[in-house]
């Protein structure tokens, strides 16, 4: 989570921001963008798995992943997009599950 907030991916160190109130709803909204990513990440590994490097850890992070196909359908995809929203409202599946069962508030 760390580093993919700092250089590997939304670079929040790059803001030098000091205000508290607008650090803290930047972070709020970065830790959003970042949930956001890992989710559409783990969805795109399901139906494209990650490849492996040579010592058998992936190649790329979810949130890396993820990354990848939102900032495409945030600058060229319409209905993509849409697609990318409705994960974001859905729950990540349990782990060692293989059906999605329904959330209930």
Sequence with gaps: TFS???T???NLEQTHM???DRLSRLFGL???ALAWMVRIGEWRAEHHPIPRKKHGRPAWSRATYGRELLCTALRWGKTTFY???ELLK???SAPG???DQPVRY
């Design 18 to 20: 000091t205000q508290a």
């Design 97 to 99: 599950r293989q059906k």
């Design 90 to 92: 859905s729950p990540f």
């Design 30 to 32: 970065l830790s959003l």
């Design 8 to 10: 590997r991916g939304l």
């Design 83 to 85: 697609t990318h929203l």
């Design 4 to 6: 993919a907030m700092k």
